[in-house]
Every structure is written in structure tokens, then in C-alpha cells.
């Protein structure tokens, strides 16, 4: 996707949102064959990186780059440079170890990350094959972020549409606006299918072999696809990606409770559905559905709604999103069981207060959303066979996405990347972590910051964000022994955004002023998520405000909503 964090992020508190690894240190080279600790001799002067999101520690070594080790040893960094993959079948050594491989890499999983770092490595000159169980795209282009933005889309029109007020501003007028729904419907899947199509055509006309059916790991450097086709690899990545999360006690019919695979294909339009979860999934479905003309009810696990934002983003959200709209909720409370309508009885829930879990109340509905966020999508992979466990379902890695064992030793060769190793589940996320894993693999040392990663929600208006929340901030400026300070800007006081009609909404960016780093940037207002790039590229390459408030900025446009924020951000330089 540019895709939303809707279908990637596990992003409603009835399910723990992993922690994003925050280490700003370049690791200890491991060496699969040795126990000796290493530690790599960064050169004095950095590389441009050609990435976002990779760390300005994140240097390129020349073959005359070396290492330190314990042991005195001196071991030679390999050398960027292109690969070349080889036909020959392998053949195994005494240790079971494959001398010869059929390819330079092998991704399990044709989604966003898989079909990312294929992209990349053919670049890189391997020799690469994707292998994918069922459609390629994954859950973003076929159940996610692709089809969620074509009814998004529609959703944004409506809301146009039927807001006399909002029209007469404009000198328009425009009378009975409706829909059909198949067509909406219809929208969506053929955006879906061009999509997945374009990824297949992609990936075939530069060369990736696309393998069809389950791909499990047998051993090192060896997989198996379909009933018994087996193929070996150098190295190995993991790209499963995940599925809807559904709590215990929620049975789901696919018809009247549903999750956001389901909900995607608009069969029908409920009068009245309630929305258990209201992290990004939950609040696309609520602006999609009430556009559509369905009461929504927000079942919420928290003491208020969008748990995951920044809480002032949140407040102001709630007050645009929520308030306005035919909405109400039920917070801090759990959905403990959730029966699908069946002979003419509705669908019916049992909620619970989450903190006394004592009964609350009963709803009864004509549907029912279940927006608890995702799970990796991590059984039948064969992990038992290289010593791995699962975490909750999530592949163990390090900050370099590469495997780790059941003892936390390296697993050589093998890599995990996208929702499967939980370290942000948002599909770029899962591309820019595959196209990392790639540079190491063909030599080049990448570690991701996932601080510099952008996260967005496509509701109207939309919300975005990078980096930390003021309290996140707040947190780590205690433990570290700096100040935080907090600038905003109102789109009330943009051109573009008044000649739009489109004033409501916010830009808050949360800095150091001792030294003009930014920790975080968060927007709600029109495009927000197309704005929140320029941000999240200065994190990454971590260009410091009082560099960037020199930026110009076309003249009118949203942009100078940012270019006002940094303008009134004070650095004590």
C-alpha cells in the first residue's frame, strides 16, 4: 500500500500492539560459525542512504571494511556487488546443509513485503523466486488497505454530496445523492484485481519466479511448496503477513458478524452495526458505513476511543469523527460473547466492564464488526524444524529482521519480515524491512528505524502520524534527561485548505529544542496522509528543524501547513 495502518496494525487495545524497537546502535556483527563477540568498525564517513527509514548508522563498507573480534581475528566484510544465482540443483552436505542452491533468495509470501524484496533483489541481481499460498498481494491488495481506500473513496464523495452546507459554501447544488451498492461493491474488487494483477506482471516480467502453494521450511536454506516440491535458497525470507485477530466467544458467521475480509465485499449495508474495536480498521468502517447511511455503535475495550493516536489528535478526531456522525459507543468494556442472526433474531452482544468484568449491558444489532486488529499468520511454516518459537504467533528477530532460535541464537540465512515478526505491522513497513533484508543479504549493512515509518488513517478528514505521541515523548525525555516542546498549526490558517472548505483540523510537531530533533509529527486534517511524508522523510534522514524550516513550500497549498509547524518551532542553537 501507500496503504493505510487499517489492515496492517494490530491497532485496538483488545490486542497488545508489539513494541517498536527503538535501538539507535549499530549491532555486534554475529557470525554463525563462532561464538566470539565482533564489533564492526564503522568508517568515519557516512554513505547517502537511498532508503527512508534506514539509519543514519546505517553505513556501506568497502571490501577494505573489516571487523574486530574477540579473538583477534580479522574477517572481511563481503563487498556490495551484484549476484549471480545459479541453475544448478543442490546437493547436500554431510551436515545437511545444501552446497549448491536453486536461487539466491526465496520469500514465503507474495504480499506488499514480499513483493517488495523481490523487486529489490532482482535489482540486486538475484536469482529470486516468491512463493505464495493463495492470491498475490496478500491482505493488502485483496482484503486490506486496496479495497478499503476504493470504499473510502466512494465514502469521501457521499459525505460531499450530502452536506447541504458544505455544497451551498462551494455555490453548488445537488439533490438526492445515493448509491448502488454493487457497484460500490463492484468498485472495490476491480480495484483489487488491477492491482494484484500489476504485482503478478511485475513481478514475472523482471524475472521472479512466482511458486504456487504452501511454502514450509524442511531445514536450513530448504523449502517445500505444494504436496512435495521442494527448492533450496541461500538465503530465506519470511513475509506470512497476518489475518483478522478474533477474540474467544465471538462466533463469526461471515454474514451478520464479520471481519474486515468480509466487510470489504459489501454485501449488504446494515441499518445498524456495531463495531467492536475503534483503532484505524474500526474508524474506516465507521466513516464507510455511516456515509452509506448505517448507525454505528464503537465497542471499546479502553476508557476512550482511539487508543492508539496521540491524545489530543484523538480528542479532535473524536470531536469531528464521532460526534457529529450517527455514532455513539460503549468504553472500557469487553465484547464477551457475540451470537450471529439467525430466525429472525438479531445478532446479539454480551458485554462485560473490562476492569470489574462484571455484565454491563446486552446489545442487540443487525451486524457486528470485529475490528480487534491482526495476528500473524505463522502456523505450517515447519519453524519447529530450524528450533524456532513463536512469540504470541510472532517470528522472534532482531533489529536486522534475521531469525532468532529457541536458545536466541541467530537462525544463518533466514529472515522475517512484514506483520509475521509484529515489529509494525503496516504493509510499507513490511516493503521497507524487505528491501533492508535484501541490502544485507547481498552485502551492504541496513538497519530500519521504524521511528521514520508513517502510519495513516483514511477516514474524512484523515489522520496521520510518524515518530512518538507527546506522551511517549514525554516518557523518554524523563528517562534520558532532555526537554520536550510542542508546536501547532490549524488548517484554519491555510489558503488551500479554506478554498477547499476543508479548515477543520491540526498539525502538532513534538521536538527537542536543544538540539532540533524531531520525535514526532502527527496531522488530522485534509490529505494528512500525503502530508505526513515530509516529516517522516526528515526523521529518517534525521534533518533537524532548524535545517528544514528553510525548506520553501509551493504557494497555496497544504504543504505550508508543515512549513509554518516548523517555522514556529524555537531551537535553543
Known sequence: MHCSAAFSQAATSATAVPTISGSRHVGALHSSSSSSSCTLLIPSKPINLRFCGLRREAFGFSPSAFTRCSNSQRVRLPSRRRFKGSNVSASLGDNGIPKSFDYDLIIIGAGVGGHGAALHAVEKGLKTAIIEGDVVGGTCVNRGCVPSKALLAVSGRMRELQS??????????????????????????????????????????LGVDILTGVGTILGPQKVKFGTDNIVTAKDIIIATGSVPFVPKGIEVDGKTVITSDHALKLEFVPDWIAIVGSGYIGLEFSDVYTALGSEVTFIEALDQLMPGFDPEIGKLAQRVLINPRKIDYHTGVFATKITPAKDGKPVTIELIDAKTKEPKDTLEVDAAL????????????????????TQRGFVPVDERMRVIDANGNLVPHLYCIGDANGKMMLAHAASAQGISVVEQVTGRDHVLNHLSIPAACFTHPEISMVGLTEPQAREKAEKEGFEVSVVKTSFKANTKALAENEGEGLAKLIYRPDNGEILGVHIFGLHAADLIHEASNAIALGTRIQDIKFAVHAHPTLSEVLDELFKAAKVNF
Open 370 to 389: 470485529i475490528a480487534t486488529g491482526r495476528a500473524p499468520f505463522t502456523n505450517g511454516l515447519g519453524l519447529e524444524n530450524i528450533n524456532v518459537v
Open 164 to 205: 447541504e452546507h458544505h455544497m451551498k459554501a462551494l455555490g453548488l447544488q445537488v439533490h438526492a445523492a445515493g448509491y448502488d451498492r454493487q457497484g460500490v461493491a463492484d468498485h472495490a474488487n476491480n480495484l483489487a484485481t488491477k492491482i494484484r494483477n500489476n504485482l503478478t506482471n511485475s513481478m514475472k516480467a
